[in-house]
C-alpha cells in the first residue's frame, strides 16, 4: 500500500492551496482585476452541491429565498451610524452611469441589512407579519487593502449566503440565532468541516450588531478562518429605518432583527481540510463526479476493455452514481489517475485484461490509496458501502486533526510557549473580562475569537488576571 | 359558469401588470433606486422554476455553467471597439474603492464577453480545447435613459442567462447558432410563451457580432418584445484579444465564437401572457404552487371541515403535487380565493360540509373557472389530468392570441391601416434589401424586426421596391 502524504499539504499551504484551486480547475484567480477569480465548470458544480445543502437546511426550516438589488444609495446605507462606520473604508462606489455623474453615490453591496430595510418597513405592518426569515446567495463587494487570497480574502465574494430576520420580540429574536447556529453546524458537519463556536469580543463584533457568534475552523497551515456569523441586530437597524409593527394591543414597537452569513470561505475549508499532498479529496456526498472509470488497455484487448469499461458505465449510471468514464484514447492511464486524483474523485475504478477474464472491477480509494477487486455483480451494492465508508472516514480524520490542533492551557508562560510551537487554537480560563482578552491577545500577538459557547462550564482561574473563572477564552492567529 | 374576462388585462396592460407584480408579491419595484426590484419568495420561486429548465437544456446539450466576476477594466470592455462603442453610454462605472479613486474605472458588465475572453486566452490552447460552450446567470446592468419598467426594462438585469461558446470554424459557430436557437424554443415551448423568429436588420445587431437571430413575442399591449438574441461573434473578439488555438495541422487561428441570451423577460413574458382579470395563470409544470386547499367551514362543522382538508393536504402531498393548505382562520374563504387567484394558482380545491359528507373534493380551474366534483378515492388521477389540461389549454390559449395578432399584407396602404388599427407584428413580402426594411419602417413608425426565419418560402412582390420577392420582413411596435 502507498503512503497517503500530507506534507507540501501542511507545510506549504498556500502554495498547495494556489496549485489545487488551478490544477483542479476550480476556480481561475488570473482575472484582471485583484481579488476577483472565475469559478470554472468543475468547481462551480461543487459550488452548486454544497450551495443545495444549505438552501435545503434554509427552506426546511420556513426561510424563503429572496433577491435584493446589488446597488445600495450612500444615503441608505450611511443611516445605521455603526454600520457604515464599519463598512465605509471596504465599499466600491459607482459614481457615473454612461457619460452622466449620479445625483447620489450608489455603493456595491457589501452586506444587504440597509438595501432590504425599506422593503422590510414595505412589508411589515402587524405581528402577524412575524416572525420574518429571508435569504439570498448573491456576490458581495469589499475594497480589500490587505492581501488577497482566492476564495479566502476576495475583493467580489462570489458566494455569501446571507439570513435576515425580523421578530416581534427579543426572545423569539435569541430563538432565532440558536436556530441560526444550529442550521449552520448541520451545514458545516454535512461538508465535514470541524469548527468552534465563539462569542466575539465586543470590539470585534459585526457593525451594526448586538452581538456576534462566529463558526471558527481551523486551516492546514493551523491559521484559523472565520466561516460563518450569526448577529443580533436588536432595534439598532430597525430604529434607524423606522422600521415597527403593530402589536397586539394595539401600540407599535421596532422589530427585532438577526441576521447570519456564509461565504465561499466553506468551500475553501472544504477543500482545504480533506486534502494531500496529491489534491483534492472531496467527500462522496457533495462530490460532483463520486466514481471515475479509467479503461487500462493491454494490446490486444483495447476494444474490449473499452466496451467493458462503457458497459460498466452504463450499469452504474442508471444504478444513480455520479460516474464518469475517461475513454480519451490520447492519454495514458497514469496521467488520468493523477488528473483524477488531483480533483478529488473518492473512487477510481480501473478495468483491464485480468479484469474481462473474472468478471471483475478494481476499485482504488482516494483517501486511503487501498484497492479492492470485486465482482461484477456485487459491485453496486460494495460501491455504496465503500463511498459511506470514505465519508466517514474523512469526516473523521478531520475532526481528530483539527482536535488536535486545539491546546487548552492555564498557565500563561506555557501557553505563551505552545501557542508560538503549535499554532491552532488556545483555549484558556478566563473571568470574561474583555480587558483580560485583549492583553492576552496582545501578549501571543493573536486574534481573540472570544467565549467558546460549545464547551462545558470549566472552574479554574484566570489565567490573565487570576480571579475565578468558568469560562474559556480561545485565540489563533487568524487569516 | 363564470366568465373570463380579459379586459383589464389587454386595455390597460400597463396598470394590470404592476398590480400583478405587486399583489401576487412577486417582484417589488419600489426599491428606492429607478430600474431596480426586488424578487420576493413567490416570484423567486418562479423564477427558480423557469432557471431549472433552461440549466437543464443547456446542460444536456453539454453546456457548462461557470461564474464569471462583475466588474470589467475599462481597458478590458474597450478592446472590441465596436462592442464598446455599442455599450459606453449604457454603463455604470465604479471609480472609488473606500476613499481611494481607482487607477482605473472598473465597469458593471453590462455582458460579459470582455470580461470571458482574456480567460479564453488562458484556457484554450488547442483544437481538442474546441468546442468550449460556458454559461453562467448573473445580474448585468445598463443605465437606460429611457422610461424603465418593472422586469421588461430595468437598470440590473437580476437573470440573466448568458451563454458564450468558442469554435475551430465559422461552420461549427453555425451550427452552435441552431443549437442554441433550437434550445431557446423548447424553452420557450416549455413556458408556453408563442414566439417568432427573425433575423435582425444589420444595423441592429449586438455590438460586436456579425449577426443577430432574436426571439419575439407579442405581449397583451400588441406590442412585441425582445425575449432572447443569439449572435454569431465570428472572429472579432478572438482578434481583438488575439484569441487562438493550434489546427491540427500545426498552424493557428483565431477561434469562431458565438453567445446568447435570455433574460427575466422570459418570466415577464409568462406573467403576462397567460393572464387575466383576475391575475396570474401559472402553467402547472413550472407553478411553485399547483394546488391550493381551502376549508370551507361551516357552522357546526368547522374542526371536521379543518381535519378533512389536513388529510387530502397529506395525501396530495405525498403523491408528488406541490399543494398549499391554506388554513387562516381569520380570513374569509372569498379572500383566500381571490388571493390565489391573484398568484395564478392553476388549480383550487375547496372542502365544504357536503364534501364530508359525500367523501369528495370540489375543484376550480383557474383558467376556465369551471368546477368539478370528484370522489376522494379517484382524486389522484383525476388531478393529474386536470394538470395536463390546464397546461395544454394555456398554452393553446396563447398560440392563438398570438397568431391572431399577426397580419400578413401584401399592400402598403393597408398594411399601414392594418397596422395601425391591430398592431402587434406586421408581415410583409420583401426583396431582402434593407434599404426598403429601413423605408417601411419610417412609414409605419415602427421597428424592424428582421427577417422572418420560422416561415416558409413566400413568392411574391416586395412591399416598397416591387422587386421579385421570397423572403418576409417583420415589422412591430416594441417595448
Not at 490509496?369 to 465503500?386: A, D, G, Q, S, T
Not at 469526516?395 to 491552532?424: D, M, P, V, Y
Request: with cysteine.
Amino acid at each position: 500500500m502507498q503512503e497517503v502524504k500530507r506534507e507540501k499539504w501542511g507545510n506549504n499551504f498556500s502554495e498547495w492551496f494556489r496549485s489545487v484551486l488551478n490544477g483542479a480547475e476550480l476556480y481561475d484567480y488570473r482575472y484582471p482585476i485583484k481579488g476577483c477569480g472565475v469559478w470554472r465548470p468543475y468547481g462551480f458544480k461543487l459550488r452548486r452541491n454544497v450551495l443545495k445543502i444549505i438552501r435545503k437546511l434554509l427552506d426546511e426550516t420556513n426561510h424563503h429565498e429572496v433577491l435584493l438589488p446589488l446597488l445600495i444609495p450612500e444615503t441608505l446605507l450611511a443611516k445605521e451610524s455603526e454600520h457604515v462606520k464599519g463598512f465605509e473604508e471596504q465599499v466600491y462606489w459607482v459614481t457615473h452611469g454612461g457619460l452622466d455623474k449620479l445625483d447620489v453615490k450608489l455603493a456595491l453591496r457589501p452586506t444587504s441589512e440597509t438595501a432590504l430595510a425599506p422593503m422590510l418597513k414595505l412589508w411589515i405592518k402587524s405581528h402577524s407579519d412575524l416572525p420574518l426569515k429571508l435569504y439570498q446567495v448573491v456576490s458581495v463587494f469589499r475594497y480589500e487593502t490587505k492581501a488577497t487570497r482566492p476564495l479566502i480574502r476576495v475583493r467580489e465574494i462570489t458566494t455569501f449566503k446571507e439570513a435576515h430576520t425580523a421578530h416581534a420580540t427579543l426572545e423569539d429574536a435569541e430563538r432565532q440565532v440558536k436556530e441560526a447556529v444550529e442550521v449552520y453546524s448541520k451545514f458545516f458537519n454535512s461538508l465535514g468541516i470541524p469548527y468552534t463556536i465563539n462569542l466575539r469580543p465586543q470590539w470585534d463584533k459585526f457593525a451594526g450588531a448586538i452581538y456576534t457568534i462566529a463558526f471558527d475552523t481551523i486551516m492546514p497551515d493551523k491559521r484559523v478562518m472565520q466561516i460563518g456569523t450569526v448577529h443580533n441586530l436588536g432595534q439598532n437597524f430597525s430604529k434607524a429605518f423606522e422600521i415597527t409593527y403593530l402589536k397586539v394591543d394595539g401600540t407599535h414597537d421596532y422589530i427585532w432583527q438577526t441576521c447570519y452569513g456564509i461565504s465561499e470561505r466553506a468551500i475553501a475549508a472544504l477543500i482545504s481540510i480533506h486534502g494531500d499532498d496529491r489534491g483534492l479529496i472531496i467527500p462522496p456526498s457533495i462530490a460532483p463526479i463520486q466514481l471515475v472509470i479509467i479503461p487500462i488497455p493491454y494490446r490486444g484487448f483495447e476494444e474490449k476493455v473499452y466496451e467493458k469499461s462503457r458497459e460498466i458505465y452504463e450499469i452504474l449510471k442508471k444504478a444513480g452514481f455520479r460516474v464518469k468514464l475517461d475513454d480519451r484514447e490520447d492519454i495514458t492511464p497514469g496521467s488520468k489517475f493523477y488528473d483524477w486524483e488531483l480533483r478529488g474523485i473518492p473512487l477510481r475504478i480501473e478495468i483491464g485484461p485480468k479484469d474481462l477474464e473474472e468478471e471483475t472491477i478494481t476499485i482504488s480509494r482516494r483517501d486511503t490509496l487501498e484497492r479492492y477487486k470485486y465482482k461484477v455483480h456485487e459491485m453496486i451494492e460494495k460501491i455504496e458501502k465503500l463511498l459511506e465508508e470514505v465519508e466517514k472516514a474523512l469526516k473523521k480524520r478531520a475532526k481528530q486533526w483539527f482536535k488536535n490542533q486545539i491546546n487548552r492551557i492555564e498557565n500563561l508562560e506555557e501557553a505563551k510557549r505552545i501557542f508560538e510551537e503549535k499554532g491552532g487554537i488556545l483555549e484558556v480560563p478566563w473571568c470574561g473580562n474583555d480587558e483580560c482578552g485583549l492583553k492576552l491577545g496582545e501578549k501571543l500577538d493573536a486574534r481573540v475569537l472570544g467565549e467558546a459557547l460549545d464547551v462545558d462550564k470549566y472552574v479554574s482561574k484566570c489565567i490573565i488576571c487570576g480571579k475565578p473563572s468558568t469560562k474559556i477564552l480561545r485565540l489563533a492567529r487568524t487569516y
